[in-house]
C-alpha cells in the first residue's frame, strides 16, 4: 500500500539504502493552544558511505527532522527505516536496543558536554549505558577513540569540558558518538558556533572519520558552502518541506528551484574575483509555520510565483539524473 | 580641521581588561586611520580583540573592568580616552552610532519600537513628542520596515529578527552619525535576511556619508561590503589594505591562512580545507614574539623572539610579519 | 591535528586579584568552624557547668571565671550560650537538610518530568507558601508539644518549596542543555539521567542557598524559642535565655547580649560566606 504513494526520490530499488524515512511530520502544540507543522511531510533516504546534507533557514525544521530521527522526539507520523528495520512502533526497550546504530553530534559543543564529569568519563559514558563490557576494555576503547578524534588521552583523561576549548570539546563530542561504532551519525550544526580556523579542523575531522569508521552521515547545517563542502548529496528545506534534493555538484551547480538559487545568491564570497556581489536575492522573512501559505510554501517571496502556486502545492518530481525539485516553474 | 585630516584616528591603543584569570590584554597597540564616509571591514575570530576594541572607540565598558593601558582615539578633534563620561554621552549615539549583534538584547524588550527611536531623537536633537514620532516613522520606512507607522506601536518580541536588526538601524541613524560602528550585525540572521541587511547599510551609508566600521568574522561579508580590511589576531591589527588586494594577495600568514580554512561555494564538494592548527594564545600571558608564530608554517627562530610592528607595504597596505607572503598577483 | 601540551597549559591562569574576597571567606568560615567546634564538644570543653544554678551570685559581669557574667538564676552565659548554639545549629542544619532532601527531591523530579507531575508538585508547594511560615511553625508546635525534632520539622517543612523552587528551576534549564538530550540518545534511563547527568549540577546552586537558609532557620528557632516553643526547658535555646532575661536587660545587659552576640556572628558569617559561594559560583558559570 505504502509503494504506491512512495516519493519519486526514494531510491527504494537500492539495496544498500541505510536510512529511509518516508513522510515524517512533526506536530508541536504552542501554549496558545495552536498547532505547528515543523515539518510537513519529508521524505529521503541515504545509501550506505553516503553524506546527505540538509540545509535550509532557521524555522525550516531541519533541526526537528534530525531530532525526530533519533526520537526524541518521536516524529508525529511517517515512517523511519533504519537499516530496514522501520522504527516507528518500537517499545521503548528495542527503541534504546537500536540507539547505537544511530548516534548525533550537536551543535554547541560547551552545551552538550555535562561540565560535572571528566572527558574519560563522557566518552565511556556510551558503553557504561550498553553494558557487557568490562571497565578495562571500555577505558582501552576510550583511550583509542579520543586519539581517533586528535586529542591525547593522557592530557585530556580527567579534564573538565570547560578546561577546553569550543573546537576540542566538539571533539570529544564526536569521540561519545563514534565510540559505539554507530551506522548512521546525525550532525546537527556541528561547526555553526567555532571560529572558521576551528570549523575546518571539525570538517576535515569528521571526513576522515567517515572513511575510518564506514559511516553515513546526514548533515544538519544552515551554511551552504560548509553542507556543499561535506555532502554527496544536499537537500534543501523551507518551511518544513523538501524543495530540491540532488547530488552537491548539480544542486551548486545548477539550482532549480528559485530558494534554492536565492539562498545561492545571498551568500557572501571572499573570492578576490567576485566583484561586490552583495544584494538583496528575495524580499521578505520566512513566514510563520503557524499560518503556512496554501500551495508552494515559497510562492510569497518567489519571484516566479503565478496563480497556480497559489493553487496547487508542487511535490518533488524530477528534472534530471537524482536530482528533484518541488516547483511548478523550476529553474531549468 | 584639515581636509586630509582622518575621521578616526587611533594611536596605539590599548585596553587590558580585568578578569577572575588576570589582565587581558584584549586590544594590545592598535593604530588605525578611517577617513569619513569610507567602510573599514575589521576581521577575526572570537577573542581577537574587535568587539573590545569597538567599545572601546565608544567608551562603552565599565572602569571596573577597563584598564586604559594607554593610546589615543582622535576624533573630530577631540582625545575620546581623555574624554569625560559627560562628553562621551554627547558623541554617543549623536556622531558615534553602534549596533550590536543580537537585536532582541539590544532594544529594551517592555517598550515600543518606535518610542525607543524617539528616545535617541529627544535626547540628543531636543526634538518635540510629535516631531519626534513623526521622525521615527520615517526612519523606519526608510530602513525597509514596511507599514511602518503601524509597526511604531510594535513592540520588540513582535518582530523577525531581521526586522529587529533594521529598528536597531533606525536607531543608529536617528541622530545622522558621521561614523556607525557595526558589531557582527548579521551574525544572528538568516543568509537570506543578512544580505538584505547588508544592503541596507550599504544603501544608508551612501546615502548619508557616513563611515562605518564593519566587524565580522565572515571574510565573504567583508569582500563585498569594505574598502579596507583589518585583520585582527591576538589583540593586534596584523594586516590592513584595500579589501580587494588584501583578499587577492594576503601578505601577513594568519589572513592567508583564514581565507584558505573556510569552504567556499567555488570549491567542489570535499575539497580538503586548510585548517590553521592549534588555537589563539590566552592573552593573560601572550607570547613574546609574533603571537600568530605558534601556529604559523613559515614561523622561524626570530619569530618567536621578536613581535614584528605593523609596517607600510605601499599602495595603502600594512602588515605585521618578519616572513611575509611574496606578492603573487603582482 | 593534536594541540602541544605548552598551548594547552597556557589555559590555566589564576590571577592575584583575591585577596579581599578571601578574607570574606576565611573569618566567617574560622567562626563557623569554631561555633561547630564548640558545640559538638560542649560537654568536654573547659567551661562551667551552665545547668548549675548560684543564687547568690545572679547577674554578675562579664570577668574571668564568666566570660558573660551570670544570669539571673546565676548560670554561666557563656557555657549557656555554647549549648544554646548547639540547639541552633542543630536545628539550622536539620531543617535544611530535611528541606533540601525533600524539596530538591521534588523540584528534580518536577523539572525534569514537567507536564502533570510539575503541575501536581508545584501546586502542593503554592499552597505550602501560601501560609505565613512562622504562624504555620507555631501551629505545628503548639498542637504536638516542643521537641528537638519537631522544632527541625516543623522549620524543615518550611524550607521545602524554596529549596523546590530552585532545583526546578536549574533542572528546567538543565533538561535543556544537550547533554541531556545526549545522554537520552545513547540510551540512557530518565533515572540515570537523573543521578547522573542533572543532580551533580544541582549541588552548587543547592549549596550555596543552603548557607543562607541555614541562617534563616537559626533565626527561626530563636525566634520559636523566645516565643518558649522550641526545645524545653532546662536545654538552653538562644532565643529563649534572651526571652527569660529581658527583664534584667538594664541591669545585666551581658544576660542577653551574649546569645544574642553569638546569633548575630553566626547569622553574618553564614550570609557572608554563602554570598561569597555564590559569587564564585556565578563567576565560574560565566567562565564556563
Given at each position: 500500500?505504502?509503494?504506491?504513494?512512495?516519493?519519486?526520490?526514494?531510491?527504494?530499488?537500492?539495496?544498500?539504502?541505510?536510512?529511509?524515512?518516508?513522510?515524517?511530520?512533526?506536530?508541536?502544540?504552542?501554549?496558545?493552544?495552536?498547532?505547528?507543522?515543523?515539518?510537513?511531510?519529508?521524505?529521503?533516504?541515504?545509501?550506505?558511505?553516503?553524506?546527505?546534507?540538509?540545509?535550509?533557514?532557521?524555522?525550516?525544521?531541519?533541526?526537528?527532522?534530525?531530532?525526530?530521527?533519533?526520537?526524541?522526539p518521536p516524529p508525529s507520523s511517517g515512517e523511519v527505516v533504519l537499516e530496514g528495520r522501520p522504527m516507528s512502533g518500537l517499545s521503548a526497550a528495542e527503541l534504546r536496543a537500536l540507539r547505537p546504530r544511530l548516534q548525533m553530534v550537536f551543535q554547541d559543543p560547551i552545551s552538550s558536554l555535562n561540565p560535572k564529569h571528566s572527558i574519560a568519563d563522557i566518552v565511556e559514558a556510551p558503553l557504561v549505558v550498553l553494558g557487557g563490557i568490562d571497565r578495562r576494555r571500555r577505558q582501552e576503547q576510550v583511550r583509542e577513540m579520543l586519539t581517533a578524534v586528535g586529542l591525547d588521552p593522557d592530557i585530556v583523561w580527567n579534564r573538565r569540558p570547560h578546561e577546553l576549548s569550543g573546537g576540542q570539546c566538539q571533539r570529544v563530542s564526536i569521540a561519545r558518538a563514534l565510540i559505539l561504532r554507530p551506522r548512521l551519525l546525525i550532525c546537527d550544526e556541528p561547526v555553526s558556533s567555532l571560529d572558521v580556523s576551528v570549523q575546518a579542523q571539525i570538517l576535515n575531522l569528521l571526513e576522515d572519520a567517515k572513511q575510518r569508521f564506514g559511516l553515513t552521515m546526514l548533515f544538519v547545517a544552515h551554511d551552504l558552502a560548509v553542507v556543499k563542502n561535506i555532502s554527496d548529496r544536499v537537500a534543501v528545506m523551507y518551511l518544513g518541506r523538501i524543495c530540491e534534493i540532488a547530488p552537491s555538484a548539480q544542486l551548486y551547480g545548477r539550482a532549480a528551484h528559485p530558494y534554492?538559487?536565492?539562498?545561492?545568491?545571498?551568500?557572501?564570497?571572499?573570492?578576490?574575483?567576485?566583484?561586490?556581489?552583495?544584494?538583496?536575492?528575495?524580499?521578505?522573512?520566512?513566514?510563520?509555520?503557524?499560518?503556512?501559505?496554501?500551495?508552494?510554501?515559497?510562492?510569497?517571496?518567489?519571484?516566479?510565483?503565478?496563480?497556480?502556486?497559489?493553487?496547487?502545492?508542487?511535490?518533488?518530481?524530477?528534472?534530471?539524473?537524482?536530482?528533484?525539485?518541488?516547483?511548478?516553474?523550476?529553474?531549468? | 580641521?584639515?581636509?586630509?585630516?582622518?575621521?578616526?584616528?587611533?594611536?596605539?591603543?590599548?585596553?587590558?581588561?580585568?578578569?577572575?584569570?588576570?589582565?587581558?590584554?584584549?586590544?594590545?597597540?592598535?593604530?588605525?586611520?578611517?577617513?569619513?564616509?569610507?567602510?573599514?571591514?575589521?576581521?577575526?575570530?572570537?577573542?581577537?580583540?574587535?568587539?573590545?576594541?569597538?567599545?572601546?572607540?565608544?567608551?562603552?565598558?565599565?572602569?571596573?573592568?577597563?584598564?586604559?593601558?594607554?593610546?589615543?582615539?582622535?576624533?573630530?578633534?577631540?582625545?575620546?580616552?581623555?574624554?569625560?563620561?559627560?562628553?562621551?554621552?554627547?558623541?554617543?549615539?549623536?556622531?558615534?552610532?553602534?549596533?550590536?549583534?543580537?537585536?532582541?538584547?539590544?532594544?529594551?524588550?517592555?517598550?515600543?519600537?518606535?518610542?525607543?527611536?524617539?528616545?535617541?531623537?529627544?535626547?540628543?536633537?531636543?526634538?518635540?513628542?510629535?516631531?519626534?514620532?513623526?521622525?521615527?516613522?520615517?526612519?523606519?520606512?526608510?530602513?525597509?520596515?514596511?507599514?511602518?507607522?503601524?509597526?511604531?506601536?510594535?513592540?520588540?518580541?513582535?518582530?523577525?529578527?531581521?526586522?529587529?536588526?533594521?529598528?536597531?538601524?533606525?536607531?543608529?541613524?536617528?541622530?545622522?552619525?558621521?561614523?556607525?560602528?557595526?558589531?557582527?550585525?548579521?551574525?544572528?540572521?538568516?543568509?537570506?535576511?543578512?544580505?538584505?541587511?547588508?544592503?541596507?547599510?550599504?544603501?544608508?551609508?551612501?546615502?548619508?556619508?557616513?563611515?562605518?566600521?564593519?566587524?565580522?568574522?565572515?571574510?565573504?561579508?567583508?569582500?563585498?561590503?569594505?574598502?579596507?580590511?583589518?585583520?585582527?589576531?591576538?589583540?593586534?591589527?596584523?594586516?590592513?589594505?584595500?579589501?580587494?588586494?588584501?583578499?587577492?594577495?594576503?601578505?601577513?600568514?594568519?589572513?592567508?591562512?583564514?581565507?584558505?580554512?573556510?569552504?567556499?561555494?567555488?570549491?567542489?564538494?570535499?575539497?580538503?580545507?586548510?585548517?590553521?592548527?592549534?588555537?589563539?594564545?590566552?592573552?593573560?600571558?601572550?607570547?613574546?614574539?609574533?603571537?600568530?608564530?605558534?601556529?604559523?608554517?613559515?614561523?622561524?627562530?626570530?619569530?618567536?623572539?621578536?613581535?614584528?610592528?605593523?609596517?607600510?607595504?605601499?599602495?595603502?597596505?600594512?602588515?605585521?610579519?618578519?616572513?611575509?607572503?611574496?606578492?603573487?598577483?603582482? | 591535528?593534536?594541540?602541544?601540551?605548552?598551548?594547552?597549559?597556557?589555559?590555566?591562569?589564576?590571577?592575584?586579584?583575591?585577596?579581599?574576597?578571601?578574607?570574606?571567606?576565611?573569618?566567617?568560615?574560622?567562626?563557623?568552624?569554631?561555633?561547630?567546634?564548640?558545640?559538638?564538644?560542649?560537654?568536654?570543653?573547659?567551661?562551667?557547668?551552665?545547668?548549675?544554678?548560684?543564687?547568690?551570685?545572679?547577674?554578675?559581669?562579664?570577668?574571668?571565671?564568666?566570660?558573660?557574667?551570670?544570669?539571673?538564676?546565676?548560670?554561666?552565659?557563656?557555657?549557656?550560650?555554647?549549648?544554646?548554639?548547639?540547639?541552633?545549629?542543630?536545628?539550622?542544619?536539620?531543617?535544611?537538610?530535611?528541606?533540601?532532601?525533600?524539596?530538591?527531591?521534588?523540584?528534580?523530579?518536577?523539572?525534569?518530568?514537567?507536564?502533570?507531575?510539575?503541575?501536581?508538585?508545584?501546586?502542593?508547594?503554592?499552597?505550602?507558601?501560601?501560609?505565613?511560615?512562622?504562624?504555620?511553625?507555631?501551629?505545628?508546635?503548639?498542637?504536638?508539644?516542643?521537641?528537638?525534632?519537631?522544632?527541625?520539622?516543623?522549620?524543615?517543612?518550611?524550607?521545602?518549596?524554596?529549596?523546590?523552587?530552585?532545583?526546578?528551576?536549574?533542572?528546567?534549564?538543565?533538561?535543556?542543555?544537550?547533554?541531556?538530550?545526549?545522554?537520552?540518545?545513547?540510551?540512557?534511563?530518565?533515572?540515570?539521567?537523573?543521578?547522573?547527568?542533572?543532580?551533580?549540577?544541582?549541588?552548587?546552586?543547592?549549596?550555596?542557598?543552603?548557607?543562607?537558609?541555614?541562617?534563616?532557620?537559626?533565626?527561626?528557632?530563636?525566634?520559636?524559642?523566645?516565643?518558649?516553643?522550641?526545645?524545653?526547658?532546662?536545654?538552653?535555646?538562644?532565643?529563649?535565655?534572651?526571652?527569660?532575661?529581658?527583664?534584667?536587660?538594664?541591669?545585666?545587659?551581658?544576660?542577653?547580649?551574649?546569645?544574642?552576640?553569638?546569633?548575630?556572628?553566626?547569622?553574618?558569617?553564614?550570609?557572608?560566606?554563602?554570598?561569597?559561594?555564590?559569587?564564585?559560583?556565578?563567576?565560574?558559570?560565566?567562565?564556563?
Amino acid at each position: 500500500m505504502r509503494d504506491e504513494v512512495r516519493p519519486a526520490h526514494l531510491r527504494g530499488d537500492r539495496a544498500d539504502i541505510v536510512l529511509s524515512v518516508h513522510n515524517l511530520t512533526k506536530t508541536f502544540g504552542t501554549p496558545s493552544g495552536a498547532q505547528v507543522q515543523a515539518v510537513a511531510g519529508v521524505s529521503f533516504d541515504i545509501a550506505a558511505g553516503e553524506t546527505l546534507g540538509l540545509v535550509g533557514e532557521s524555522g525550516c525544521g531541519k533541526t526537528t527532522v534530525g531530532r525526530a530521527l533519533i526520537h526524541l522526539p518521536p516524529p508525529s507520523s511517517g515512517e523511519v527505516v533504519l537499516e530496514g528495520r522501520p522504527m516507528s512502533g518500537l517499545s521503548a526497550a528495542e527503541l534504546r536496543a537500536l540507539r547505537p546504530r544511530l548516534q548525533m553530534v550537536f551543535q554547541d559543543p560547551i552545551s552538550s558536554l555535562n561540565p560535572k564529569h571528566s572527558i574519560a568519563d563522557i566518552v565511556e559514558a556510551p558503553l557504561v549505558v550498553l553494558g557487557g563490557i568490562d571497565r578495562r576494555r571500555r577505558q582501552e576503547q576510550v583511550r583509542e577513540m579520543l586519539t581517533a578524534v586528535g586529542l591525547d588521552p593522557d592530557i585530556v583523561w580527567n579534564r573538565r569540558p570547560h578546561e577546553l576549548s569550543g573546537g576540542q570539546c566538539q571533539r570529544v563530542s564526536i569521540a561519545r558518538a563514534l565510540i559505539l561504532r554507530p551506522r548512521l551519525l546525525i550532525c546537527d550544526e556541528p561547526v555553526s558556533s567555532l571560529d572558521v580556523s576551528v570549523q575546518a579542523q571539525i570538517l576535515n575531522l569528521l571526513e576522515d572519520a567517515k572513511q575510518r569508521f564506514g559511516l553515513t552521515m546526514l548533515f544538519v547545517a544552515h551554511d551552504l558552502a560548509v553542507v556543499k563542502n561535506i555532502s554527496d548529496r544536499v537537500a534543501v528545506m523551507y518551511l518544513g518541506r523538501i524543495c530540491e534534493i540532488a547530488p552537491s555538484a548539480q544542486l551548486y551547480g545548477r539550482a532549480a528551484h528559485p530558494y534554492t538559487a536565492a539562498l545561492l545568491a545571498s551568500v557572501p564570497d571572499p573570492a578576490p574575483q567576485a566583484k561586490r556581489r552583495i544584494g538583496r536575492a528575495i524580499e521578505g522573512e520566512i513566514p510563520s509555520p503557524l499560518d503556512p501559505p496554501s500551495g508552494c510554501r515559497f510562492r510569497t517571496r518567489c519571484p516566479k510565483a503565478a496563480p497556480v502556486c497559489a493553487a496547487d502545492e508542487p511535490v518533488l518530481r524530477p528534472i534530471g539524473p537524482d536530482h528533484f525539485v518541488a516547483c511548478h516553474f523550476p529553474n531549468l | 580641521m584639515n581636509i586630509a585630516d582622518p575621521l578616526l584616528s587611533l594611536r596605539d591603543l590599548k585596553s587590558y581588561l580585568r578578569t577572575p584569570r588576570g589582565l587581558v590584554r584584549a586590544v594590545d597597540g592598535v593604530t588605525l586611520d578611517l577617513a569619513a564616509g569610507r567602510t573599514l571591514g575589521l576581521v577575526g575570530e572570537s577573542g581577537c580583540g574587535k568587539s573590545v576594541l569597538a567599545r572601546s572607540i565608544l567608551g562603552l565598558l565599565p572602569d571596573a573592568i577597563l584598564q586604559k593601558a594607554g593610546g589615543e582615539i582622535r576624533f573630530g578633534g577631540r582625545d575620546l580616552r581623555r574624554s569625560t563620561e559627560a562628553e562621551l554621552r554627547k558623541v554617543r549615539g549623536r556622531e558615534i552610532a553602534m549596533i550590536f549583534q543580537d537585536p532582541m538584547t539590544s532594544l529594551n524588550p517592555v517598550l515600543k519600537v518606535g518610542p525607543q527611536i524617539e528616545q535617541a531623537l529627544r535626547l540628543h536633537l531636543g526634538l518635540r513628542r510629535t516631531e519626534a514620532r513623526e521622525r521615527a516613522v520615517d526612519l523606519l520606512d526608510q530602513v525597509g520596515i514596511p507599514a511602518a507607522r503601524q509597526r511604531a506601536v510594535s513592540y520588540p518580541h513582535e518582530l523577525s529578527g531581521g526586522m529587529r536588526q533594521r529598528v536597531m538601524i533606525a536607531i543608529a541613524l536617528a541622530c545622522d552619525p558621521k561614523l556607525l560602528i557595526a558589531d557582527e550585525p548579521t551574525t544572528a540572521l538568516d543568509v537570506t535576511v543578512q544580505a538584505q541587511i547588508l544592503d541596507l547599510l550599504q544603501e544608508q551609508q551612501a546615502r548619508r556619508g557616513m563611515a562605518l566600521i564593519l566587524i565580522t568574522h565572515n571574510l565573504g561579508v567583508v569582500a563585498g561590503m569594505a574598502d579596507e580590511v583589518a585583520v585582527m589576531y591576538a589583540g593586534r591589527i596584523v594586516e590592513h589594505g584595500p579589501t580587494a588586494a588584501l583578499l587577492a594577495d594576503p601578505r601577513m600568514p594568519y589572513t592567508a591562512a583564514l581565507l584558505r580554512s573556510a569552504p567556499r561555494l567555488s570549491d567542489p564538494p570535499h575539497t580538503r580545507l586548510e585548517a590553521i592548527t592549534g588555537r589563539p594564545p590566552v592573552l593573560v600571558d601572550p607570547p613574546a614574539g609574533c603571537r600568530f608564530a605558534p601556529r604559523c608554517a613559515r614561523s622561524r627562530e626570530d619569530c618567536r623572539r621578536e613581535p614584528p610592528e605593523i609596517e607600510e607595504a605601499g599602495t595603502g597596505r600594512r602588515f605585521a610579519c618578519w616572513h611575509p607572503l611574496e606578492l603573487a598577483h603582482a | 591535528m593534536t594541540l602541544s601540551v605548552a598551548e594547552r597549559e597556557r589555559i590555566k591562569v589564576v590571577g592575584p586579584r583575591r585577596r579581599w574576597g578571601d578574607l570574606l571567606v576565611a573569618l566567617p568560615a574560622a567562626w563557623l568552624g569554631v561555633a561547630v567546634l564548640a558545640a559538638v564538644f560542649a560537654p568536654l570543653l573547659p567551661i562551667p557547668d551552665p545547668f548549675r544554678q548560684a543564687l547568690l551570685r545572679t547577674l554578675q559581669p562579664p570577668s574571668a571565671v564568666h566570660l558573660l557574667g551570670t544570669d539571673a538564676l546565676g548560670r554561666d552565659v557563656f557555657a549557656r550560650s555554647v549549648l544554646g548554639l548547639r540547639v541552633s545549629l542543630v536545628v539550622g542544619i536539620g531543617s535544611v537538610v530535611f528541606g533540601l532532601g525533600i524539596g530538591g527531591t521534588l523540584g528534580l523530579v518536577a523539572g525534569y518530568f514537567r507536564g502533570r507531575t510539575d503541575l501536581w508538585i508545584s501546586a502542593v508547594m503554592t499552597v505550602i507558601l501560601s501560609f505565613p511560615p512562622l504562624v504555620l511553625a507555631i501551629a505545628i508546635m503548639s498542637y504536638a508539644g516542643p521537641s528537638l525534632a519537631l522544632v527541625i520539622v516543623a522549620l524543615g517543612i518550611l524550607f521545602v518549596p524554596a529549596f523546590a523552587r530552585i532545583a526546578r528551576a536549574n533542572t528546567l534549564s538543565l533538561a535543556e542543555r544537550e547533554f541531556v538530550l545526549a545522554a537520552r540518545a545513547m540510551g540512557m534511563r530518565d533515572l540515570g539521567i537523573l543521578m547522573q547527568e542533572v543532580l551533580p549540577n544541582l549541588v552548587a546552586p543547592l549549596i550555596a542557598y543552603s548557607m543562607l537558609m541555614v541562617a534563616v532557620a537559626i533565626i527561626g528557632e530563636a525566634a520559636l524559642s523566645f516565643l518558649g516553643l522550641s526545645v524545653p526547658p532546662p536545654q538552653p535555646t538562644l532565643g529563649g535565655m534572651i526571652a527569660a532575661e529581658r527583664a534584667n536587660l538594664l541591669e545585666a545587659p551581658w544576660a542577653v547580649f551574649g546569645p544574642a552576640l553569638f546569633l548575630f556572628l553566626t547569622i553574618l558569617s553564614l550570609n557572608v560566606a554563602g554570598d561569597q559561594v555564590q559569587r564564585r559560583l556565578d563567576q565560574r558559570e560565566a567562565a564556563l
